[in-house]
């Protein structure tokens, strides 16, 4: 599969991407974190960048205006690589781990994301043995059943001992 070039400004960071990831993808990739609140669904518009260089293929969206297509602005979650790329990334489409405390002064945004050496991985599990309970157990139970002159709802039926 081919690969481009996409760099990074003001960071000035280059990564080696396939052609058809997308730039946010190629960001994070890069170690640049770009505001996308809506996860990639290019509903948010938060992850406006600015191409400088090269050729993208994007799909429409209504989160850019027509003076900042002009501008050749794109949605990094909706604007795949089909060449090697120059990319400026504004200011408010940054997500800046290391700067400014989010709540209280001592808690920054850094905080919540974990590098993969952080990371432990899971015990071994033994045989026949779960080391956590699951999220839902399947029970079986019997309950009265309901009829015209007894109009009570299920879970009071599950309540009533």
Same mark, same amino acid.
């Given at each position: 599969?081919?690969?481009?070039?996409?760099?990074?400004? +003001?960071?000035? /960071?280059?990564?080696?991407?396939?052609? *058809?990831?997308?730039?946010?993808?190629?960001?994070i990739s890069a170690g640049i974190y770009i505001n996308s609140h809506c996860a990639g669904e290019?509903?948010?518009?938060?992850? /406006?960048?600015?191409?400088? *260089?090269? /050729?993208?293929?994007?799909? !429409? !969206?209504?989160?850019i205006t027509q003076e900042e297509? /002009?501008?050749?602005?794109?949605?990094?979650?909706?604007?795949?690589?089909?060449?090697?790329?120059?990319?400026?990334? +504004?200011?408010?489409?940054?997500?800046?781990?290391?700067?400014e405390a989010i709540g209280s002064p001592d808690l920054r945004l850094k *905080?919540?994301?974990?590098?993969?050496?952080?990371i432990e991985p899971p015990a071994p599990l033994k045989e026949g043995v779960f080391l956590r309970s699951p999220l839902a157990t399947k029970l079986y139970l019997e309950l009265p059943l309901p009829d015209l002159d007894d109009k009570v709802s299920d879970l009071e039926r599950l309540t009533v001992k």
């Amino acid at each position: 599969m081919e690969k481009y070039k996409v760099t990074f400004y +003001p960071d000035n /960071k280059t990564v080696e991407v396939e052609r *058809d990831k997308t730039i946010l993808s190629a960001a994070i990739s890069a170690g640049i974190y770009i505001n996308s609140h809506c996860a990639g669904e290019g509903v948010c518009g938060r992850c /406006k960048v600015i191409l400088k *260089d090269g /050729k993208v293929l994007t799909q !429409s !969206s209504g989160n850019i205006t027509q003076e900042e297509r /002009k501008q050749q602005v794109y949605l990094a979650c909706l604007t795949t690589v089909h060449s090697d790329l120059k990319i400026e990334i +504004p200011a408010q489409s940054r997500l800046d781990l290391e700067g400014e405390a989010i709540g209280s002064p001592d808690l920054r945004l850094k *905080d919540f994301y974990a590098s993969s050496e952080d990371i432990e991985p899971p015990a071994p599990l033994k045989e026949g043995v779960f080391l956590r309970s699951p999220l839902a157990t399947k029970l079986y139970l019997e309950l009265p059943l309901p009829d015209l002159d007894d109009k009570v709802s299920d879970l009071e039926r599950l309540t009533v001992k």
